[in-house]
């Protein structure tokens, strides 16, 4: 019985380490996102030289599950690079805009701080609302502006599920959020999504749906210019992005290709009958769980 009793006792506590050390494996937090760096077309590098507007679109979808703290993001970035920087050498200007659900609204706003070129150690979240929740299995077309000579935003803007809004972000500066050592500027643009442990409350499905992405500049008689297109159907799988240090080279990279944003994505192309555009959508995992 004493045998027993101390088998058991094992047993228990052999499990009860097993459970610890599995909790305190899992993430805390994870960011799912692809990035594609726009062709270096004339109008683009003359945008380097002199930027202006800047704008990023695409098409995102969430399914029934999704939970109410899961991030749906697009953003558009312009690097500085190390040669002839405007600002600041290796600058990253970030115009980030998330959404959650709710109808929640995340902007990532620069500080005093960030404008005099010190890379921001967390985000300065500037939260707004859309004063109604999203539909799931429903396309949201977003579009983020932003005036990169000012490092402002300008707007955000969702249609979709009979919703129709634009928010005036043009108070708002670009967050600079690392230092990039490209060897010269580019722009990038990046769908995803991303959640925190501190803010779930349920596991559920957290994957947001991307399509038919869309990247340009912003002419003078507000007519958009695209630069760069893509609805996911020419590429299967994503690799990681070809960094070296201490300079990277842009090189290195495929213009107009998406890459994982950084290892941990689980960021993926996949065929789906629900797809917008072709067969095939991008999928951000947000998901907690290691694999």
Avoid: C
């Amino acid at each position: 019985m004493r045998k027993k009793r101390r088998l058991i006792a094992l047993v228990a506590l052999f499990l009860t380490v097993s459970m610890g050390i599995a909790l305190s494996m899992k993430r805390q937090s994870r960011l799912s996102a692809a990035v594609a760096f726009l062709p270096e077309s004339p109008e683009l590098l003359l945008f380097l030289k002199k930027p202006g507007l800047a704008y990023a679109q695409g098409y995102v979808r969430f399914p029934a599950g999704m939970p109410d703290d899961v991030i749906l993001f697009l953003d558009i970035e312009m690097l500085e690079g190390l040669k002839s920087p405007l600002w600041v050498k290796g600058g990253d200007w970030m115009s980030y805009v998330g959404l959650q659900r709710t109808g929640a609204v995340w902007v990532t706003a620069g500080t005093d701080s960030t404008m005099k070129g010190t890379p921001s150690a967390d985000r300065n979240w500037d939260i707004r609302s859309l004063d109604q929740k999203l539909q799931p299995d429903t396309w949201y077309r977003v579009r983020v502006s932003a005036d990169f000579s000012a490092r402002h935003f300008v707007s955000f803007e969702i249609e979709g599920g009979g919703l129709s809004k634009t928010i005036d972000l043009s108070k708002v500066t670009l967050d600079y959020p690392n230092y990039m050592p490209f060897d010269r500027g580019g722009v990038i643009v990046i769908p995803g999504a991303m959640r925190g442990r501190g803010m779930m409350k349920e596991d559920g499905e957290p994957i947001a749906y991307f399509d038919d992405i869309e990247a340009g500049i912003v002419l003078a008689d507000g007519t958009l210019k695209p630069l760069f297109t893509d609805g996911f159907e020419t590429q299967d799988t994503l690799q990681s992005q070809p960094i070296t240090l201490p300079a990277i080279k842009l090189d290195n990279y495929k213009f107009g290709y998406w890459y994982k944003e950084r290892d941990e994505a689980l960021f993926s192309v996949e065929e789906q009958s629900f797809a917008r555009s072709g067969k095939k959508v991008g999928a951000a995992n947000a998901t907690l769980e290691e694999f």
